[in-house]
């Protein structure tokens, strides 16, 4: 098999791998009563030893916490190697679905289901190309760490995290790392379409909050009701207006919106930001101030009585460099009577947008879209990447996709109907085919 008809092998198999791989259920309810990964772990292993990729199955914290590790050698033995990475877990499928979730159907164009865009189209990417690498006898120019990763949907404590503590063999001359979420589009205009590269991450302080009172019965006074000073410390959460910080990734963003838009956007004016963003207002417009959102409630256990305790979730994203203002800021807004413990807490992460890896990505981008010019952001939400961080290695999100201008991209993750572009994936695959040989 020759390059070209290599490529050709990549438009091919990427879409029908995407379908395969969301009709195996792999949900991560977080408290590791779903099905786990193994399934879909079998099947990616399957597939890489169909072509004869050495690869291995490997089980963290239980038999169900599964991934799969495979190192495709390069050609450039100087070169540190680089890490690739997907998770191979999806979040539940509630809601009204226009289509099973689990079916991997085709409709209008586009892959429909679990998982098309957070990440199993991303991990069918990564397979369909280092399964034509191997057709074709093409090796790239680094070694290329590739792993598949249970748990990313819960915090990777049952997958990234863990192997960073107990598999470092995995990340042995890994300088840097790519996985999700970047290399997305939005158009400008007929001339210019910009593509955003994840070199920032907010980091996690998911918290729970405790109220403690005095328990009674329902019909007498209570100057001390734990539901009452629990809910007066949610809201002063939920209303606070956080100021706006600026990281080094968002001043850059601002710039480069600035040129692209022929407007002086002011890096203050988050409004005026979101407003030029479009369908990807939802996914960068909090990731210009530190933010803590009510999640869950829970209190009592009759309506006569009134609990001793009461306790609220709350999901604090923090920007890089910002951690501390945040704690203090929380503690601010707690209540006399709360307590607060973390149930995750995770760094904010931030990498510089130059160097020859970010380069590779531009180049692959502009030779399959001529009109492409690559951005840094923020990602608001989380990655398998903060466990790599904390190796040192540097890392980006780049799964890259070409979308059409009228889909609402960022509210697809986590949501009902999700789907993915059939041609975005086949346009994802060759770039990332060229991208991985040259970076």
């Known amino acids: 098999m020759t390059p070209d008809s290599a490529t050709t092998n990549i438009d091919n198999e990427v879409v029908k791998i995407t379908q395969e791989l969301i009709q195996i259920d792999s949900t991560n309810f977080g408290d590791d009563t779903g099905p786990g990964e ?42 540190e190697a680089l890490l690739v990475h997907g998770h191979l877990d999806v979040v539940p499928a509630v809601g009204d679905w226009q289509h099973d979730p689990f079916g991997g159907e085709i409709h209008d164009g586009m892959v429909w289901g679990r998982g098309a865009v957070d990440m199993k189209d991303g991990n069918a990417i990564l397979l369909s190309t280092v399964r034509a690498w191997k057709a074709a006898g093409i090796k790239p120019r680094r070694t290329i760490n590739l792993l598949f990763l249970p748990d990313e949907e819960a915090g990777g404590k049952h997958g990234a995290h863990w192997l960073v503590e107990n598999r470092k063999d995995m990340f042995n001359n890994v300088s840097e790392a790519v996985g999700e979420v970047g290399g997305f589009s939005l158009e ?126 709350i999901d ?86 070409q979308l059409p201008p009228s889909l609402d991209f960022a509210s697809l993750f986590h949501g009902v109907d999700e789907r993915v572009p059939v041609d975005s994936l086949r346009f994802g695959a060759r770039v990332m085919d060229r991208f991985l040989k040259n970076a």
């Open 38 to 79: 193994a399934a879909v772990a079998e099947y990616v292993e399957s597939k890489l030893q169909e072509l004869g990729i050495d690869c291995e199955r490997f089980s963290t914290t239980s038999g169900k916490r599964q991934g799969v590790f495979a190192q495709i050698e390069g050609s450039d033995p100087s070169a």
């Open 188 to 313: 400008v205009n007929k001339d210019l379409r910009l593509y955003f590269i994840e070199t920032a991450e907010k980091g996690i302080r998911w918290m729970k909050l405790t109220a403690e009172g005095q328990a009674g019965h329902g019909s007498m006074l209570n100057s001390n009701n734990a539901v009452t000073e629990l809910a007066r410390t949610v809201t002063r959460i939920g209303e606070f207006n956080w100021p706006v910080r600026l990281t080094k990734t968002n001043e850059a963003l601002v710039r480069e919106l600035s040129e692209a838009f022929r407007i002086d956007l002011d890096p203050t004016d988050v409004p005026s930001i979101i407003k030029v963003l479009g369908p990807m207002a939802r996914l960068i417009g909090a990731t210009f101030q530190n933010s803590a959102q009510p999640t869950m409630l829970d209190a009592g256990y009759k309506v006569n009585v009134v609990p001793q305790f009461a306790t609220a979730q």
């Open 316 to 401: 604090g994203r923090v920007l890089p460099g910002f951690e501390d203002e945040f704690d203090a800021q929380i503690d601010e807004l707690l209540g006399p009577n709360i307590t607060r413990t973390d149930s995750i807490r995770d760094i904010a992460m931030e990498t510089p947008f130059n160097g020859p890896t970010v380069d590779a990505m531009a180049d692959a981008l502009r030779f399959e879209d001529d009109k492409s010019h690559a951005v840094p952001y923020v990602l608001s939400g989380g990655t398998d990447a903060k466990a790599f961080a904390r190796l040192g290695i540097r890392c980006y999100g780049f799964i890259p996709l």
